[in-house]
């Protein structure tokens, strides 16, 4: 039997759904019941009725989607899938954060994990950073992991005070205005689209910056035939795939993810059929860590 036929029979029979970020694989975004970004994809998982959630991300995109179906089975066919921006900040230094500047409320990237989560006042996505902050009262906020996705929200709203902390995304780091430069030479007009990931000079140089579903939203709506592409290079698959008559082409290829490549069609299928590997979140941990997930999903996309 084919590998896909076989996934779908067993997705049927154990009532698993599929979900996958938009940096995956094409062939694993081809098998999946929602592809998407971080915000999706915790909405998806949590209003799911399937018992069992195959999650081809990352591990904090699995774990957060164990912290808000705890009555669901998270599986993640590669464990080892991890975001080395989420690894940047343990406990501790959250903590010595904290105690440098009490009583400022604690905004979590959430890409990090739920032990950092769990000391945090509430999270945010890419999707909706700027009205997380802008919904607190205190003008000082700490803001945690991402000093670019930091001062990207900094730019956007200076009546506050973000204190960063020194994490940032090696991927998105890579992406320079220089290729910018480049690749707007070679396609005059086209409208350049990057993750707010980014470093500041290259959102600078570029005419928006958007979650990786915000891209998918933006190029629906642009009469634009032609768009540069600022963030992990497999999102060029679905914006491809959706958008038949319109072309896109990668700011630079040197923005992948390996992590976000550790997923493969062979390890989904051994995810079912083994029951592994599940994501589980000490209890005391995901109960902090659910209530600031919680107060994040009331946040729309900006
Ligand atoms: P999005 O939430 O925009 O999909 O981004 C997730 C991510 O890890 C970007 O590197
Ligand atoms: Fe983490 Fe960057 Fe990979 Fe996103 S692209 S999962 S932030 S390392």
């Known amino acids: 039997m084919e590998i896909i ?4 029979k067993l997705k049927r029979e154990q009532n698993a759904v599929i979900l996958a970020h938009n940096y995956q694989r094409p062939e694993v975004q081809d098998i999946a019941d929602y592809v998407g970004d971080s915000l999706g ?3 998806a998982a949590s209003k799911t009725k399937a018992k069992v959630i195959i999650f081809c991300g990352v591990h904090f995109m699995a774990e957060t989607a164990a912290i808000i179906s705890p009555d669901k ?5 590669d464990f080892n899938a991890g975001c080395p921006m989420a690894d940047m900040i343990d406990v501790p230094e959250l903590q010595k954060l904290k105690a440098e500047h009490p009583g400022r409320p604690v905004v979590c990237y959430v890409n990090s994990s739920a032990a950092i989560k769990a000391e945090s006042d509430i999270c945010c996505t890419s999707a909706n950073a700027i009205n997380v902050v802008k919904s607190l009262a205190e003008k000082e906020i700490i803001f945690i992991p991402d000093k670019f996705l ?11 005070k973000l204190i960063l902390f020194n994490g940032y995304c090696p ?8 290729h910018i430069a480049k690749a707007k030479a070679a396609h005059p007009g086209a409208p350049v689209l990057v993750h707010p990931e980014c470093r500041p000079e290259t959102i600078a140089a570029a005419d928006a910056a958007l979650s990786t579903e915000g891209m998918v939203e933006y190029v629906k709506k642009s009469p634009a035939p032609v768009f540069l592409i600022g963030t992990e290079t497999d999102m060029l698959y679905r914006l491809g795939k959706e958008n038949p008559g319109k072309k ?15 997923t493969t069609l062979e390890k989904v299928l051994w995810s079912l059929e083994d029951g592994k590997t599940e994501v589980s979140v000490p ?14 999903l009331m946040y729309g996309r900006e």
Do not use: W
């Open 5 to 8: 036929d076989k996934i779908s």
């Open 248 to 262: 896109f082409y990668p700011v630079t290829d040197l923005a992948v993810c390996p992590n976000m490549k550790a």
């Open 171 to 178: 991927t998105h780091a890579r992406i320079l205005p220089e």
């Open 41 to 43: 994809l915790s909405i």
């Open 73 to 77: 089975t998270v599986l993640m066919p």
């Open 150 to 160: 930091g001062m990207f929200v900094q730019s956007r709203l200076p009546d506050k």
């Open 283 to 296: 209890a005391e941990i995901a109960a902090k860590a659910r209530s600031a997930i919680e107060k994040m």
